[in-house]
């Protein structure tokens, strides 16, 4: 039947034509995109100067993608999407866990394996040399050995490996197993907080809003043991001036850490410390990964 489109019967002429989707998940979430999609674009009375200003603007997202720097990532960040879609992972667990915080844009699948104990600074720095330890528990508080415990972090000027050397060349990351009590215990520098990379389409849209575009001071982690749900977080540093105005709103409460200058429990004692315990909540069969995000190349080589 034709029938008469206007502003208001597009929206289920749009979902009835894609009603013949065979997979119900992807019918389901095609059709709740269209819905919002259209009610965002009747509230705001979008113009097409406004949609073809939005297509330009998503285009340049696209180009601005490379194997060492996913500008969608970054989008979907700073929009929250992140924030959201991780808060929403959280929910499904079926055991308390340690909250889930932000991939981000820098993480590499291939951080090199190292011992308990070794530093994951390789290249000469002037930041301040800290512990990081604590157990990786289960619900109970029972530590979990050999959990594998991913880290990467910016330097103590804010930039990421990615951002100073030859891509090809790490820094500032490491690949850690816990001990049979399931403890962890490594040494890095105090990182600094950093601004989003502010030279693509992200940053002229951060610049637009009059946002400051700063991240908290933070360090990266995966962890993650065979049963147990993976955990993909960052701890925040207290006392850093953006903890509380986070641009792409990685910080909670629970992933805020203190450096603490002597702390006799630490397995250095004579080096500052940042203590962080990780609780894993048991894996269920809905389990999928909980990475908003990803190595920026392995992206890059599955749209290709
Ligand atoms: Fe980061």
Known sequence: MLRAIDENTITDAAIEQMASTPDPRLKR??????????????????????????????????????????????????????????????????????????????????????????????????????VLYGRVTDRSGKGVPNASVEVWQPDETGNYDLQKHDPSEMDLRGHFHTDAEGRYYLRTVVPT???????????????????????????????????????????????????DSDTVFGVTESLVTKVNAKDPNSPIPNLPSIKFDFQLAAATAKDMTGRVGADPSQITKAGA
């Open 29 to 130: 979430i095609m059709a709740s995109l269209v819905k919002n999609l259209h009610n965002w674009a009747r509230e705001a009375d979008l113009t097409p100067e406004e949609w073809l200003e939005g297509i330009k603007f998503l285009t340049a997202v696209g180009q601005k993608c490379t194997a060492y720097r996913q500008e969608f990532i970054l989008l979907s960040d700073t929009l929250g999407m992140s924030s959201l879609i991780n808060a929403l992972h959280d929910k499904r667990a079926t055991e308390a866990g340690t909250k889930s915080s932000l991939v981000g844009p820098f993480y590499r699948t291939d951080s090199p394996p190292m011992r308990l104990g070794d530093t994951i600074v390789t290249k000469p720095s002037n930041g301040l040399e800290v």
């Open 193 to 243: 907080g950093y601004m989003i990379p502010m030279d693509g389409p992200v940053g002229d849209m951060i610049r637009a809003q009059k946002r400051h575009g700063y991240r908290p001071a933070h360090i990266h982690f995966i962890v993650g043991a065979p049963g147990y749900r993976e955990v993909v977080t960052a701890l925040y540093l207290e006392g850093d001036a953006h903890v």
